[in-house]
């Protein structure tokens, strides 16, 4: 069993940025594929971002260019850092981590971006 705690969500203005974590413990971080999630209100949840285990990134077009996923397998976590936010990137980010079925998720961190 993994479980995941993210941190780092926040009240950010338009063109704001932000660094999203998560700390992975119970399993063998450096074994599993870590993305990030976005769920706004009244939407589905959507992939943001994917890391694999070699350390390999992939962005959804929309947020290339403005955000950068990474990881640190000594300290078990994932970071996404998020520059020149949009309202239309607000929402609920979680992260997920896929080894095998099912996939594991974390609670949640709120980014609000308004003025």
């Known amino acids: 069993q993994v479980q995941l705690v993210e941190s780092g969500g926040d009240l950010v203005q338009p063109g704001g940025s932000l660094r999203l974590s998560c700390v992975a413990s119970?399993?063998?971080?450096?074994?599993?594929?870590m993305s990030w999630y976005r769920q706004g209100p009244g939407e589905q949840r959507e992939m943001v971002a994917r890391?694999?285990?070699?350390?390999?990134?992939t962005l959804v077009p929309s947020v290339e260019g403005r955000f950068t996923i990474s990881r640190d397998n000594a300290k078990n976590t994932i970071y996404l850092q998020m520059n020149n936010l949009e309202t239309e990137k607000q929402g609920l980010y979680y992260c997920?981590?896929?080894?095998?079925?099912?996939?594991?998720w974390g609670q949640g961190t709120q980014v609000t971006v308004s003025l």
């Open positions: 997920r981590a896929d080894l095998a079925n099912p996939a594991f």
């Open positions: 119970g399993g063998t971080f450096r074994l599993y594929t």
């Open positions: 890391i694999s285990r070699d350390g390999s990134p």
